[in-house]
């Protein structure tokens, strides 16, 4: 089973940051890995889709990148409303996939 | 407006069942894929199952395989999942989606499976 580590498992960052948040796969996933947002009592909102693709809706502050094994979300200037915890998520075929365990972002 | 509203979770006794809904509405439910996921505290995100839009493609994570079962009715716009053999490792909030690809673009609110004696 394809296994994803995300880092860090917190961050603390001040409004106007740029953050970052990894994802590393255990094999080549190639670009099958999708972001999500999930603020407190609300279910997973999708970020990113295919690595790289923003979904429609989500602020353009949000991008992501990377393949193969090494992949990044980046917020390229936090907003009060991004406090969240961000998760990525791999598909190794059409069907069953695996989520990362998780990054909570807080304000600093 | 795509909503997905799920529903049948509750306490269970460890060796029981329950039958979780998802209703559908705001899309062509019959178009489209959908999976389960579910979520604890201590293990995060948890795909459980995949069912394709006719139903011909079918899923499980291997700590459901064999207990759970996915299905759907088009007709009904709904989506299903009974689970069988209930242990308390099954505790958690389960959430339908629906899926397009690898990715689930849209997601209901969870309905909660407490399983405890």
């Known amino acids: 089973d394809i296994q994803m580590t995300q880092s860090p498992s917190s961050l603390s960052a001040s409004v106007g940051d740029r953050v970052t948040i990894t994802c590393q796969a255990s094999?080549?996933?190639?670009?099958?890995l999708n972001w999500y947002q999930q603020k407190p009592g609300k279910a997973p909102k999708l970020l990113i889709y295919?690595?790289?693709n923003l979904e429609t809706g989500v602020p353009s502050r949000f991008s992501g990148s990377g393949s193969g094994t090494d992949f990044t979300l980046t917020i390229s200037s936090l907003q009060p409303e991004d406090i969240a915890t961000y998760y990525c998520?791999?598909?190794?075929?059409?069907?069953?996939?695996?989520f990362g365990q998780g990054t909570k972002l807080e304000i600093k | 407006e795509v909503q997905l509203v799920e529903s049948g979770g509750g306490l269970v006794q460890p060796g029981g069942s329950l039958r979780l809904s998802c209703a559908a509405s705001?899309?062509?439910?019959?178009?489209?894929?959908m999976n389960w996921v579910r979520q604890t505290p201590r293990k995060g995100l948890e795909w459980v199952s995949y069912?394709?839009?006719?139903?011909?493609?079918?899923y499980y994570a291997d700590s459901v395989k064999g207990r759970f079962t996915i299905s759907r009715d088009n007709a009904k716009n709904s989506l299903f999942l009974q689970m069988n053999s209930l242990r308390d490792e099954d505790t958690a909030l389960y959430y339908c989606?629906?899926?397009?690809?690898?990715?689930?673009?849209?997601w209901g609110q969870g309905t909660l499976v407490t399983v405890s004696s």
């Open positions: 069912i394709s839009s006719s139903s011909s493609m079918i």
């Open positions: 705001g899309f062509s439910f019959s178009a489209y894929a």
């Open positions: 989606a629906r899926r397009i690809r690898g990715r689930s673009d849209h």
């Open positions: 295919d690595a790289s």
């Open positions: 094999q080549d996933i190639s670009k099958y």
């Open positions: 998520q791999q598909y190794d075929n059409l069907s069953m996939c695996t």
